[in-house]
């Protein structure tokens, strides 16, 4: 039998990385957080650093950009839980490595199915605003749109933070 | 008695159509798709006909990117349920055409009061993001959210869809 | 003991205003609108006339467009209720100020705990869409998503309003 999985998608700055580490936390599991996001400014940097602080010197960080489903099973061990944060950078750096992004989101699926370990991913809610007129942001917002119906349907629980605040979905 | 309507909002890629086309089938009813979308690009091309597939050989197809209250007069046989994919693209249309939005809305608006055939209408929310700094999509969202708000309260059931599954807002 | 304090998001056109303004109606208390939004086009002096044709002569109406916690104390008076209407706006003015939007925001979650009127806030949902490609409003949407998670864990109650509908969500 497979573990439980958690889906977190939010706004900009709407709180659903302190939901998702608190909901890791909460689970008396040790944490380990995979982080998708790559450092190339210096506004990265401090959120990077001040995600850190936060979490505190008990989880173990990973640092990842693209080959996601590697690092989730490398970091599976028994015991622990796994907080992936977030899927819109890991989208955003496949598409600028040009890599397939619909290939890779089904092996994530698929990882999902049968994981050992509870696993928490968390993503941007990007795609309720005007319809951007750049052909890359537009094609983001279909990727992204896909991933997140797909991650929805695989996981468990599903959650819409806005202003700090947790909606269930699923 | 005027017949059951639907409303149906989401965001980009967010699952709105096929929650929406499943909402229509599961009726038992002869399914009638008006598409308000025009095919002015390949991309455009490829989704209609990737919606089109999806839905399959029972469904009757209109298309119609402005006259929408007509379209939805001549498809309501009896038997019949419609569903109307998308408003987003009506408006975009009608403003494109210089077209009085608001009137056309009120139209809309009195058609669904009396409607005998049950109506699914599909949108896309658009008002969730940084307000666009160019004049135009400021006034297509201010012309969106009228039109939904308006819509919303006309419509016997309301939807929003997020990564695939649907909130019932009402 | 504190009043009650609501705080009322919604995205452009959503109809949040107008929940808002019955909200305080329907109280029967003494209704102060602060208004936050400076008429610097002639779209946004149609707006204010607009919103203020809706209100009505029985409210008070205090213009202020960065001073709002000065503007609460004043209004305070017993009997009445206050709607901000709206943070966004109040959260731009700031920031063209150059004035400490975090510190400005601790001086209102101080005065929420502890008013002795109720008060209803409204701002608008902007972190859902693509994450904007241009400086400015990408430190507004940080911003304004950092006051909207303080004042949603300050307020009594909260609100997500859609296509006119609202949801509670605290």
């Known amino acids: ?97 040009e890599a397939d992004v619909i290939k890779e989101c089904a092996g994530l699926i698929e990882f999902l199915g049968g994981t050992q370990v509870p696993v928490v991913l968390v993503s941007n809610e990007t795609g309720q605003g005007v319809i951007p007129d750049n052909a890359m942001a537009r094609e983001f917002t279909d990727l992204a749109g896909s991933v997140h119906q797909e991650v929805a349907a695989a996981c468990d629980h599903v959650y819409l933070v806005t202003a700090g605040i947790p909606q269930k979905l699923k």
């Open 1 to 97: 039998m497979s573990s439980e999985t958690t889906f977190i998608l939010g706004g900009a700055r709407s709180g659903k990385s302190r939901f998702a580490e608190q909901s890791v936390v909460k689970s008396g599991l040790k944490p380990v957080y995979i982080a998708t996001g790559r450092a190339f400014d210096d506004s990265m940097v401090d959120r990077i650093h001040h995600h850190r602080d936060r979490r505190g010197d008990e989880w173990t960080t990973v640092e990842e950009p693209l080959a996601l489903v590697d690092a989730l099973r490398q970091s599976s061990f028994p015991g622990s839980m796994i907080l992936v944060d977030c899927l819109t950078l890991w989208i955003t750096n496949l598409m600028m490595a």
